[in-house]
């Protein structure tokens, strides 16, 4: 939707794959995806959660800070992974002279650096930790944030389902459209190959909501992610992990 024709909607673009490509074209790239959650994701999580233990978990700021850190220094590791899933992923609806034609992740990654350089693998560099960053605010240090905040307001245990599910759903309500437009423009220049500036404009060819251009398609990916990963995240801490009991945070 943001690549390829101002006029295609989230509908549209669902049955022009199916019609088109077979069902299958859904899941192009989920390779590269899994790759990328894989280091990408576990990274960003470890870290944020090691940075937590070395500061006061009950003072926010110093939360943003950590998950900023931990954000950036993710997003550097997990940016050739994603740049090969973002490019299999729209392969199919380019021209055929514009297609890149990755078999997979693996041949992605080596087709990147023999064709394009090594430096390619890091192509929007800056937008990708800043993307990053912002997703670690929202995914990590605002869910605990709400998680300590509905503990006290609602009288909820720290193992319970709803106080997760709860505390996913508004961190996924705030950082969903704050990282929409860094997600496009990257979109764009990862794709196209185009300079930061030729990106914005691509993007504002769209009109006004240009830089929420695909929110649809966006939420309806973010929530049900953002959910699963701190429910099944929380299980596995409670039944194999530990829970450090600590001076509840006041308010």
Request: with cysteine.
């Given at each position: 939707m ?9 509908v ?46 009950c ?102 389902t ?7 759903v ?43 251009r ?24 409670i ?13």
């Amino acid at each position: 939707m943001v690549t390829i024709r101002k006029e295609v909607g989230l509908v549209r673009c669902l049955r022009r794959a199916v019609r088109e490509n077979g069902f299958l074209s859904l899941y192009d790239g989920l390779g590269a995806q899994v790759l990328r959650q894989l280091t990408y994701t576990t990274v960003r999580f470890h870290l944020y959660e090691l940075g937590k233990m070395q500061v006061d978990e009950c003072s926010f700021l110093k939360k943003v800070g950590i998950a900023t850190m931990a954000g950036c220094l993710a997003g550097a590791v997990g940016i050739p992974t994603e740049l090969v899933n973002t490019r299999m992923q729209v392969d199919r609806a380019l021209p055929s002279h514009m297609r890149r034609n990755y078999r997979n992740v693996f041949h992605g990654l080596y087709r990147v650096a023999k064709d394009e350089g090594y430096k390619a693998l890091y192509s929007s560099f800056v937008l990708t930790c800043v993307r990053s960053a912002l997703t670690t605010i929202g995914q990590n240090a605002i869910y605990d944030q709400a998680k300590e905040n509905y503990m006290q307001y609602f009288k909820l245990k720290h193992d319970s389902t709803l106080l997760h599910l709860m505390s996913s759903v508004t961190a996924v309500s705030v950082f969903g459209p704050i990282i929409q437009p860094l997600e496009n423009i990257r979109t764009i220049k990862m794709v196209k190959n185009m300079s930061l500036k030729a990106s914005i404009f691509h993007l504002m060819s769209f009109g006004p909501l240009g830089p929420f251009r695909g929110m649809v398609p966006s939420m309806l990916r973010l929530v049900p992610n953002t959910v699963l990963t701190f429910l099944l995240y929380e299980k596995i801490r409670i039944h194999f992990g530990y829970y450090a009991a600590s001076k509840a945070c006041s308010q």
